[in-house]
């Protein structure tokens, strides 16, 4: 049997509130989108009694065995969902880690958009979010990925509309460990997105918003914050923001000239830094 093809896409905050805490999780509300950038997922159906799962590309260094995607099987398998079948998967990371941009959890809602679409999975809405919520906290905004509105309680609102903005995405030789960043949130924002409507989308708007995490990770990694300042320098830069906790930094561009413009100088001046055009999807 040939291997299908999937592309799992990487996840950017346009915007993120931390607007309070439970017991054991923040809640935030966040504008998110997805670009081109994006992992390459290879899958097939196989004769075996185990699933196999293997990592290659640049950023598939230091994946361990149990991993998001084998975590996700040996739910689903538990859960029947699978009806048995098992598969060979391969993933081509081109997404770093660590990034902020959801390359794991996104790899995780591509299979799951998979099975669904070629009915190997029949599941309920509800059970659906009880195992993403299993997997990872952002895995269900890459279930079926369009730009969405993340408001309190966890209300999701997608909308069809593109914003078409171009993307220079720009990851330092480190990575921001989530689990870390969040435990040094001490103030909360209060709610901006509890009622989600179209016209939030609009570059007028973003350019207004922020993300609550990078007053932190900038004091925990001062270079995060020297390369937003350079971004913001660049000309016909529409805004720039870091996506999750870090630590990509990433500028928005009406234009691909503007976008390819801004690459050229940034490689100028921060040349051992990933950076990459991309855009909105």
Not at 186 to 191: D, G, L, W
Request: aromatic fraction near 10%; charged fraction near 25%; glycine fraction near 4%.
């Amino acid at each position: 049997m040939k291997f299908f093809k999937i592309k799992s896409h990487a996840k950017v905050n346009l915007a993120l509130n931390v607007i309070g805490k439970t017991s054991k999780l923040h809640k935030i509300e966040s504008i998110v989108s997805f670009i081109d950038l994006h992992d390459l997922i290879y899958l097939k159906l196989i004769d075996k009694k185990d699933h196999i799962v293997t990592f290659k590309g640049r950023f598939s260094y230091n994946i361990s065995k149990i991993n998001t995607i084998t975590s996700l099987l040996k739910l689903l398998d538990k859960k029947k969902l699978l009806n048995n079948q098992k598969f060979e998967i391969k993933i081509v990371k081109n997404i770093p880690q660590e990034s902020g941009m959801g390359g794991g959890s996104m790899n995780a809602a591509s299979l799951i958009n998979f099975f669904i679409d070629k009915k190997i999975m029949r599941i309920k809405k509800n059970e659906l979010i009880k195992v993403t919520s299993l997997i990872g906290s952002d895995v269900i905004l890459g279930v079926k990925p369009q730009n969405t509105i993340l408001s309190l309680k966890g209300k999701i609102k997608k909308y069809n509309k593109k914003i078409k903005l171009h993307t220079l995405v720009v990851k330092p030789n480190f990575g921001c460990s989530t689990k870390s960043i969040y435990s040094k949130v001490r103030t909360y924002s209060k709610s901006q997105f509890n009622f989600p409507k179209l016209s939030m989308l609009k570059v007028e708007y973003l350019c207004t918003l922020n993300n609550d995490l990078e007053e932190i990770a900038f004091k925990n990694y001062p270079k995060l914050k020297k390369i937003k300042s350079f971004l913001l320098t660049i000309a016909n830069t529409a805004f720039v923001r870091m996506s999750g906790s870090g630590s990509s930094i990433v500028a928005y561009f009406h234009s691909k000239r503007a976008c390819v413009n801004a690459y050229k100088q940034f490689k100028a001046k921060f040349n051992t830094h990933w950076c990459i055009v991309s855009k909105t999807i």
